[in-house]
């Protein structure tokens, strides 16, 4: 709570014994914040209130992640602790301001790097604690302030991490290949399973300070209908469950293409066209409220209508680059590299593109972020800006140097 500079608790239990407490004892560097205790034996869960005095606040943001200590304990009768959880907390505030995303109150402009979280010697398991740290630590070198962690449901000690270091991360469903009606026998097909394994995310991470939104969906292909659908219900239960569990985060009901909630909090689209000219074109409409949104073959509609909201281009980039798998290869065959568009020629015309790619979303004022593909090359899909084995391929100084912000978009920020 920070406009309360407060923290409230509801400590769970699984049940009530006469006499039993709950107490949360929160701290810093300069030791005991503040204290609350509360009864257990009552309800199945206790409420605590920790304020935060003045002098003793600090916001968790990108530029300062601060953590507080947080000591939970129950108690019995007689005084004595029967159990003990030693966790942490970040003060902050996720809101929306017209077409800008805020922090704490202030527009931050969200330059987000898609981590599918592969890996060549864990696959979707990370291999040690450190790989997972060292995710980040790449990320943030080239310039990136967060990620979409995309197609998975990330190890919390990932969240951990993010938390400490000031990560700002959208979470994720597993849902590839989700469509209904389609020709595919092997997609999954949306379901009330996709509600309770999604809502069981949402509960294992809800108290992260670095989740700044949620994202149940990902392209979700299919077109609008007279009739409500299996996707138009299971999209909106999925919106309308993490909105009532929580309530303090924005929801965007499914990136790129099928937006099937009109009142998704966030609205959005994937393109990977590679001109930058063409792709400025493309985006141009979102000054007028009239954005780019992803539409089937022949133009009919996948969304709901834009209804103002912030938008951001989700997906973009995903240029094609390995110097050895190019040279490999001929023309452009993708059996051993893959990537969008047209494969650049060297190292110089793809930091040619990519800037030219970011500078049409970084320039444009009614942007409130984008997220860029990917971090790293997965297997056959070379268009990292790093190695599938976390290797440098690029001059990770100019990718950085490309996405720093023109004074017009940090006074915009600053509205």
């Known amino acids: 709570d920070l406009a309360g500079s407060a923290f409230h608790l509801e ?27 509360a009864r257990a034996d009552l309800d199945l869960a206790p409420r605590l209130h920790l304020p935060v005095p003045a002098g003793r606040r600090r916001e968790w943001g990108p530029d300062d992640p601060h953590l507080y200590d947080l000591r939970l304990e129950l108690v019995d009768e007689r005084g004595e602790v029967l159990d003990t959880v030693e966790s942490y907390a970040g003060l902050r505030a996720v809101g929306l301001r017209g077409k800008a995303v805020t922090l704490n109150g202030r527009p931050v402009f969200q330059r ?30 080239a310039g990136f302030n967060g990620a979409r962690l995309h197609q998975k449901v ?6 951990y991490h993010a938390d400490r270091l000031g990560y700002l991360v ?27 394994q999604w809502l069981e995310a949402v509960e294992r991470d809800y108290s992260h300070p670095s989740i700044v939104g949620w994202c149940p969906l990902n392209e979700t292909y299919q077109k609008l209908h007279d009739r409500i659908t299996v996707l138009d219900d299971v999209t909106r239960a999925m919106f309308l469950a993490t909105k009532a569990f929580d309530a303090t985060r924005p929801v965007i009901d499914a990136s790129g293409y099928a937006h099937r909630v009109a009142e998704t909090d966030v609205y959005d689209s994937h393109s990977y066209e590679q001109d930058p ?18 539409s089937y073959e022949n133009g009919a509609a996948y969304s709901q209508p834009y209804r103002g909201q912030p938008y951001f281009v989700s997906e973009f980039g995903g240029i094609w680059w390995d110097p050895e798998a190019a040279a490999a290869q001929s023309g452009e065959d993708r059996t051993l590299s893959w990537g969008y568009g047209e494969r650049v020629r060297n190292e110089d015309e793809f930091h040619e593109r990519f800037t030219g790619l970011t ?11 984008y ?12 268009n990292g800006v790093y190695r599938f084995d976390r290797g440098t391929k690029l001059d990770v100084e100019r ?13 915009r920020d600053g509205r």
Do not use: H, K
């Open 170 to 196: 959208w979470g994720e469903f597993g849902d590839w290949g989700c469509e209904t009606g389609g020709s595919s026998g092997d997609n999954q097909q949306p379901d009330a399973s996709y509600v309770g």
């Open 112 to 141: 987000l790097v898609l981590d599918q979280g592969w890996y060549p010697d864990g696959l979707m398991t990370a291999p040690t604690d450190e790989a997972l740290v060292r995710d980040i630590e790449l990320a943030m070198e």
């Open 359 to 369: 500078g049409v979303l970084l320039q444009d004022p009614a942007m409130f972020g």
């Open 154 to 159: 990330f190890e919390e000690r990932f969240l």
């Open 371 to 382: 997220c860029y593909t990917q971090l790293t090359d997965v297997f056959q899909e070379q």
């Open 277 to 294: 000219e063409a792709f400025r074109r493309q985006m141009a409409g979102l000054a007028e409220g009239e954005p780019f949104v992803n």
């Open 11 to 37: 400590l769970p239990l699984s049940g009530n014994r006469p006499g039993q407490v709950v107490r949360a004892v929160l701290s810093d560097d300069e030791g005991e914040v503040c204290r609350a205790e």
């Open 399 to 411: 990718i950085r140097a490309a996405q720093t912000r023109p004074a017009a978009i940090e006074e």
